[in-house]
């Protein structure tokens, strides 16, 4: 029996050094076979997961002896942090490890989408030849790139999006919007209603929480700048899929890049409805991966779950 179970992928340089003081069982596919999951963690004292793994009472009710679990990222909404605490077992994200992916992920987006190019390249594709029909594209300097959600990762985008000339402006619930200083960018912290009216660029940077599902509704799209670009990096269910369709389809809104859903895998119906428009980005979850990320991540990881094992 394994002392670690890996669920599935991570940089495997990090994960031999754990295997130098520990026995572990790696499974990339194990997340989608409930039945040998829970028979391989019977004995484990660390699990390591990513999204897909679900950390629920009854799998952690058939590892008894779980000391640890190390979170391959920083999204915890798959980990029943209640049920982990009730049975000592900690749970250890890799903060800030993915930062730098996403947010440059973010601004690429952006940057993407305010200038056209999404449009132009179809339109080279098909034959097409029409500057004038692709010179409308705006520029980042001067226009607002707004944040909901004021986190590790939205610090990092602020940072990322303020060298390139926008104004940033940002929404997070846990910050007091009389707060406008911060020790590395010049963010100014605004209500919810004053990000959807200014932000020429709203990327989304919070947790998937009762309080965030379904946030980005349709009113909430419907009050946004006309013309306003839409990212979202964090939780599919924030966003009111159909809703975003429907303002992309209309015209108020200019573009969206997401590489979350409401449902992963996505289902087809939600990705015809969105990839037919000539503005719109979509990815399969992968703004936080990276070559550099996905090492950065993993050695993070197991820095944290050797640090409990060897507290244990």
């Keep these: 029996m394994a002392d670690v179970v890996v669920t599935e992928f991570m940089d495997l340089a990090a994960l031999k050094t754990l295997e130098a003081d520990y026995t572990v069982h790696r499974d990339e596919t194990l997340w989608e076979k409930p039945e040998a999951l829970r028979e391989s963690i019977a004995h484990a004292q660390a699990l390591i997961v990513r999204n897909k793994t679900p950390v629920d009472v009854a799998l952690l009710d058939a590892a008894p002896d779980l000391k640890v679990v190390g979170r391959l990222g920083v999204g ?19 903060t800030g490890a993915n930062a730098d992916a996403v947010a440059e992920y973010a601004v690429a987006a952006a940057m993407v989408l305010l200038r056209g190019l999404i449009p132009a390249t179809q339109a080279i594709a098909q034959g097409a030849w029409s500057r004038t029909d692709h010179s409308a594209g705006r520029e980042s300097a001067g226009r607002v790139f707004g944040l909901l959600g004021y986190g590790s990762i939205g610090r990092v985008t602020a940072e990322r999006a303020g060298a390139l000339g926008f104004r940033v402006i940002a929404h997070d619930p846990a910050i ?9 960018t010049e963010t100014q912290i605004v209500s919810f209603a004053t990000l959807l009216d200014q932000a020429d660029v709203l990327s989304v940077h919070v947790p998937l929480t009762s309080d965030t599902r379904g946030l980005l509704d349709a009113p909430a799209l419907a009050a946004m700048k006309p013309g306003a670009i839409l990212i979202n990096t964090a939780r599919g269910g924030i966003v009111d899929e159909a809703a975003l369709a429907d303002a992309l389809t209309r015209g108020h809104l200019g573009g969206a890049a997401l590489d979350v859903f409401e449902e992963e895998p996505t289902p087809a119906k939600t990705c015809i409805a969105l990839s037919r428009l000539h503005n719109v980005l979509l990815t399969p979850h992968i703004a936080g991966l990276s070559e550099d990320a996905n090492t950065r991540v993993s050695e993070l990881t197991v820095a944290n779950v050797r640090a409990v094992l060897r507290q244990s």
């Design 76 to 94: 915890l909404d798959n980990i029943d942090l209640k049920a982990c605490a009730e049975r000592n077992v900690r749970v250890c994200p890799a």
């Design 176 to 184: 007091d919007e009389t707060d406008n200083a911060t020790a590395t």
